[in-house]
């Protein structure tokens, strides 16, 4: 569905992306490892309009994107959410899930104000299905609440739910879970199989290996600027090329726990 | 929250930019020594009651030189008539307000002049793109208008209700072609400011210089408001002219004059158009021997006029409009005494009249059909040892 | 004194035009428009030389929004180029030049001089009544403005404006096109600025380039952040407040016997004492903006 052919991006003399390739299929959930500055983020911005490659190529669904403007990426169904998911402070949730919603009538600066009716008609609905899915996301109560004034974690939530208004067909997030506590990375998982479940096909940057193993069907690894391995996260911890690269760091406990061991390994983090 | 900060700290730094800007304005209100010289008028006691009229001046912005000026004049006639039979038996009173260079605030200064004052003669301003909304607006309310300052041929299209005590057409302009050409001078070069007055000058001056067989060979409209005006005055340094015609007020007027002195121009070959307003704050060394033209205020009332200014003031012409705003209040006071009446409609017909053959510190007035004056006196003048002196004829090439 | 304050109200809002023209830049949007001022003179010069070549004054208007309309869009476009102070800078620029421009082609705009003898509207009424008639027409247009301006930043359109003012990268990853928005934004405010350009010159029968100086942009700019930023109905209050503070404050030196000269240093001494005081004190403004409130009928 999404594949990425030899993409190569510089910054001054740094190679950030030095020919990475990869491939996801409709219907999966994909994660994406690395240790900092491997180009996690730089790649997810590739993929979605954000930065143009200086080499290789991205396809969706058989056509090239890798040219395209970030907000054509989006209305071709591929969407993306960002580590910093920063919210707007003059703008309320319910506000913010409607932007993210398709509404032709109401994007046209002419039809606003000559077909006022026409556009309120359009936004009932969106609204009716953005409070259902602020219910989903447990944000109803606070959908008249400034955007920007929530908790990191709740911002990061907003952003899933005013993604998927647009129903897209694959979702890239880039950290979901960075800075959400514990209990809620249960449920987001949960969500995430969901809208899998509904049609999403989802690429994950992530740290929290747990999680990764939880949800992921099949794991990329990149360290510097190239892709140095593709499994499934139970053979991650074996992978010497991926211990190597994350320097001796922990292994994921969904796996096997060294015999003898008796605190569970610490998970990754940044 | 990036925008707002970036548009916090844009618009911050902005208005601490207009603060100093209203502050500079306000502070250099100081700089006139009118407080230190002023001889307190006499006012005669017989006067009961008084009348008032308006006057819009550039009191702030960037003509206040010549705004502070053209209200010296003002003050002088008053204290004249006053000193005298006053209007129609009582105190004159001219009431001032600021049109700070603006055309909208010009309007709005009229406005309150008519509505609020109601004065039935209103003077101003300055520069023609005050001057004209101005006077179409008091033509419109049928109050007598008199123009004392500025030079656009449009003036003379208002109307009836609008005179013009001040020659149009840049009659100065074309006297200073005249007499160069018959000194001697055929290739001139010209600097001015790039504003009404300069660009009407320039026009003028090229049109008459033509005209007599002479021509222009480099001309210079500078922006205002400048600390530097070295690269205007290379290019004329480099032209070859055989004299420079400038005009200039203000600051930078002696600016010019410095820096062309620097730059080893001969004051000899420079002439002055307005050269008391040219000179007044200039290096006496810079400017000595420059030749210019200046408003006539020799004669009967001009010498009396010129040391009533320096008594009350204590300094010579700080620019040469002053002269024109005394002449307009005392023509609207012998008008309205002539009209024995405050109706705008009566004053202006006198008005009118008076304006027919009036003496007045500027020289002889008549105005033509459309009321605007049609003869302007001017002297040759030099500068001697700082002085404006006057001169009969205008000194040659060779000399 | 009714006279007076007739011709204030009028000019007041004409300035609320402008006011709305600019919040819908700067406020809806975030463009930090510093050359506001440059529409406001296309759409005077487009009525000034138009009816000065004897064209009939609804062609010159038209002229001048057409014209506003297409500066705008060019403007915005560099938006995608250009980062906020910078773009502001830019608008700065721009305006400098279009006055350069109107004061050094006289063959054009009659340079310094200006165009004079502008036909004004109502000319067949006596004065009070034609100073009712403008101020009908005046704030039938602010009506209108006021109205265009609800309804863009109403629905989506607006969204998609404010997302840009405040997160442009998510409004992005939601499918907007940005530049697209602010191209938008500026070819629908512009014009507005320019009508109320074509209104003034027909108002003072009269355009030339000392009116298309930088210090009407940041008098506008003042009305807009003492009445509220973001908010339309704030920054006409603001252009009220801040005209009438403009126009009344000449009357300080007949109450307090101040020297003339000084007195005009004075006001525009209170109005930057009001900018910076807001800037501080109250950065919303009188009517600051308001989270939107979307319920079950809207």
Redesign the interface.
């Known amino acids: 569905m999404l594949a990425a052919e030899g993409v190569r991006k510089h910054f001054g003399g740094l190679a950030a992306l030095d020919g990475v390739s990869l491939e996801i299929r409709e219907g999966e959930i994909v994660a994406l490892v690395g240790p900092n500055g491997s180009g996690k983020s730089t790649l997810l911005n590739v993929l979605?309009g954000?930065l143009e490659p200086d080499g290789g190529s991205v396809t969706y669904e058989g056509r090239p994107i890798h040219r395209l403007?970030?907000?054509?990426v989006?209305?071709l169904g591929l969407?993306?959410?960002?580590q910093l998911a920063?919210?707007?402070?003059?703008?309320?949730l319910?506000?913010?899930m409607?932007?993210?919603?398709?509404?032709p009538?109401?994007?046209?600066?002419w039809r606003?104000?000559f077909r006022?009716r026409r556009?309120?008609a359009e936004?009932?609905a969106a609204?009716e299905r953005a409070r259902g899915l602020l219910e989903e996301l447990s944000l109803l109560p606070l959908e008249?609440h400034?955007a920007?004034m929530l908790s990191g974690g709740q911002q990061k939530l907003l952003?899933l739910g005013?993604?998927l208004?647009?129903d897209p067909r694959m979702l890239l997030l880039d950290e979901p879970t960075a800075g959400v506590n514990p209990t809620l990375r249960r449920t987001l998982a949960e969500r995430l199989r969901t809208i899998r479940a509904r049609g999403t096909t989802l690429l994950i940057v992530e740290h929290d290996m747990n999680f990764v193993a939880e949800l992921c069907d099949r794991v990329y690894v990149l360290d510097k600027g190239r892709v140095i391995a593709e499994c499934a996260p139970s053979e991650l911890a074996e992978d010497e090329r991926v211990v190597e690269a994350y320097l001796g760091s922990v292994r994921p406990t969904a796996a096997r726990r060294a015999p003898g061991a008796t605190a569970p390994p610490p998970e990754v983090r940044t | 929250m990036p925008f707002r900060h970036a548009a916090r700290r844009a618009v911050a730094t902005a208005a601490v930019a207009a603060l100093t800007v209203g502050l500079a304005a306000c502070g250099s209100g100081d700089d006139s020594k009118s407080s230190a010289a002023q001889a307190t008028p006499k006012v005669n006691p017989e006067l009961k009651g008084q009348v008032t009229i308006g006057a819009v001046l550039p009191l702030t912005g960037a003509s206040a030189t010549i705004g502070k000026d053209q209200q010296r004049g003002i003050e002088l006639a008053v204290d004249k008539i006053n000193s005298g039979g006053g209007v129609l038996g009582k105190k004159l009173v001219v009431k001032v307000e600021d049109s700070e260079g603006q055309a909208a605030s010009a309007v709005n200064a009229a406005r309150k002049l008519v509505s609020v004052d109601k004065t039935p003669v209103v003077i101003g301003e300055y520069s023609s793109g005050n001057t004209i909304p101005i006077g179409q607006y008091l033509q419109q309310r049928k109050v007598v208008h008199i123009n004392a300052g500025s030079s656009s041929p449009d003036i003379a299209k208002i109307g009836d209700f609008s005179f013009s005590v001040i020659g149009l057409d840049n009659i100065a302009g074309k006297f200073t072609a005249e007499k160069l050409v018959q000194a001697g001078y055929h290739k001139v070069a010209f600097l001015a400011p790039n504003n009404a007055y300069g660009t009407g000058l320039l026009k003028a001056t090229r049109a008459a210089l033509q005209q007599s067989g002479g021509q222009i060979v480099q001309s210079l409209l500078y922006t205002e408001g400048q600390s530097d005006y070295r690269q205007e005055l290379q290019r004329l340094k480099s032209a070859n002219a055989d004299i420079v015609i400038y005009s200039a007020y203000g600051k930078e007027a002696a600016t010019i004059n410095k820096e062309a002195y620097q730059l080893g121009m001969d004051p000899r070959k420079f002439f002055g158009i307005y050269l008391t307003m040219c000179t007044t704050d200039s290096d006496p060394r810079a400017v000595d021997g420059q030749q210019g033209m200046d408003v006539n205020y020799i004669g009967p009332n001009g010498s009396a006029y010129k040391s009533a200014y320096e008594a009350k003031y204590g300094e010579g012409f700080r620019t040469s409009f002053s002269g024109y705003t005394y002449d307009a209040v005392t023509m609207a006071a012998k008008a309205i005494n002539q009209a024995g009446s405050v109706d705008p409609a009566k004053i202006r017909d006198a008005l009118a009249t008076v304006g027919k053959r009036y003496e007045g510190v500027t020289g002889a007035i008549s105005f033509d059909a459309h009321n605007q004056r049609s003869e302007q006196p001017y002297l040759i003048a030099t500068m001697k040892d700082g002085k404006v002196s006057e001169e009969g004829e205008v000194r040659g090439p060779e000399a | 004194m009714l006279d007076f304050l007739l011709g204030v109200a009028v000019v007041a809002a004409i300035y609320g035009i402008l006011a709305i023209s600019l919040n819908l830049q700067a406020g809806a949007t975030g463009l930090l428009n510093f050359g506001l001022v440059g529409f406001f003179g296309i759409g005077a010069y487009a009525t000034g030389i138009s009816t000065m070549h004897g064209a009939p004054w609804p062609l010159g208007m038209a002229i001048g929004l057409v014209l506003a309309a297409a500066a705008g869009a060019a403007v915005g476009r560099l938006g995608r180029t250009l980062a906020a102070e910078y773009w502001a800078i830019a608008t700065l620029a721009l305006a400098e030049l279009l006055r350069l421009v109107a004061l050094n082609t006289d063959s054009l705009t009659r340079g310094p001089q200006g165009i004079s003898a502008v036909p004004g509207f109502f000319s067949g009424l006596g004065p009070q009544s034609r100073d009712l008639a403008w101020l009908g027409l005046a704030a039938l247009v602010l009506a209108l403005c006021w109205w265009v301006s609800q309804r863009v930043t109403g629905a989506q359109f607006g969204r998609v404006l404010r997302l840009v003012r405040e997160q442009p990268d998510l409004a992005a990853s939601l499918g907007h096109d940005v530049v697209g928005a602010k191209v938008r934004v500026m070819a629908i405010s512009a014009p507005m600025a320019a009508l109320a350009g074509s209104l003034y010159t027909h108002y003072i029968s009269f355009i030339g380039p000392g009116q298309l100086e930088p210090f009407a942009t940041f008098l506008v700019w003042t009305m807009v952040v003492v009445g509220g930023l973001g908010n339309a109905f704030g920054v006409i209050a603001g252009a009220a407040i801040v005209q009438l503070l403009f126009d009344v404050t000449r009357f300080i030196d007949d109450v307090f016997d101040i020297p003339s000269e000084n007195a005009g240093g004075l006001r525009i001494l209170v109005v930057g004492a009001a900018l910076l005081g807001f800037l501080y004190f109250r950065s919303g403004g009188l009517v600051p903006e308001r989270l939107r409130r979307i319920d079950a009928r809207s």
């Not at chain 1, 403007?69 to 054509?72: I, S």
């Not at chain 1, 920063?86 to 309320?92: C, E, G, L």
């Open positions: 979605s954000f403007e970030p907000w054509d989006s209305q969407r993306r959410t960002f920063a919210q707007p402070t003059r703008m309320s319910l506000e913010v409607l932007a993210g919603a398709r509404l009538e109401g994007s046209s600066a606003s104000v006022a556009v309120r936004q009932r609204v008249h400034a920007g952003s005013a993604a208004m647009g």
